[in-house]
Structure formats: structure tokens, C-alpha cells
Nanobody, 122 residues
């Protein structure tokens, strides 16, 4: 069993930056691909970014490419999402996810965090 705890959300003005963190419990972190998803009110949960088990490969949704950076520190069992040039449309609850497959689809993830709210004001 893996537990994921997100932190770092908050209120920021458009153009600002935030860094989300996701701390994972357990000893299997390095065997899991990690991802970030988000869900805005009234919308479906959507893929944001993913990183491979080693951290050597990363993937991004087109809407965040060039603005967001995903990274992981396997020694600290933590994955990060650096968000720059934030826009009001980035407002959502951001969820951390872990799984053996990863990728941009829910099916690649077995474990989910509780989410952290990100609000970008215009």
C-alpha cells in the first residue's frame, strides 16, 4: 500500500508560480511511475504531467507544456510539480498519482492523493 500526501497549493496571481510536492509512503517509490492530474469544478479530471520511475522521462499535457515541470527525488520519496506562468484556467484541485504503468490515463495509476487546491486569480 502506498499513501500519497500533496502540499504546496494555494492562491496566486496570474503569471505567478507555485511548486506542488507529493510525499509517498512505503519502500516501493522508485518502482512507481508518478503523475499529476487536476480537476476543475464541473469538469472531468485531466492529465497534467507524468514522470517515469527513474525520472529520466517526462510527459506533459499540451496545455501546460513549457510552463510546468515535473521531477522526482527517489531518495526523498517525493515528486514535484513546478508551475510557472500560471493562468486562471489552471485553477483546479491537483492530484498526485502513483502506479506501475504511469502515463496520461487513469488506468496507469493505482494510488491517488487527496488533492491540493490551486487557485489562480486574474
Amino acid at each position: 500500500q502506498v499513501q500519497l500526501v500533496e502540499s504546496g497549493g494555494g492562491l496566486v496571481q496570474a503569471g505567478g508560480s507555485l511548486r506542488l510536492s507529493c510525499a509517498a509512503s512505503g519502500r516501493t517509490f522508485s518502482r512507481l511511475a508518478m503523475g499529476w492530474f487536476r480537476q476543475a469544478p464541473g469538469q472531468e479530471r485531466e492529465f497534467v504531467a507524468a514522470v517515469s520511475k527513474s525520472g529520466g522521462s517526462t510527459y506533459y499535457a499540451d496545455s501546460v507544456k513549457g510552463r510546468f515541470t515535473i521531477s522526482r527525488d527517489n531518495a526523498k520519496n517525493t515528486v514535484y510539480l513546478q508551475m510557472n506562468s500560471l493562468k486562471p484556467e489552471d485553477t483546479a484541485v491537483y492530484y498526485c498519482a502513483a502506479g506501475p504503468l504511469g502515463g496520461s490515463y487513469y488506468a496507469g495509476y493505482d494510488y491517488w492523493g487527496q488533492g491540493t487546491q490551486v487557485t489562480v486569480s486574474s
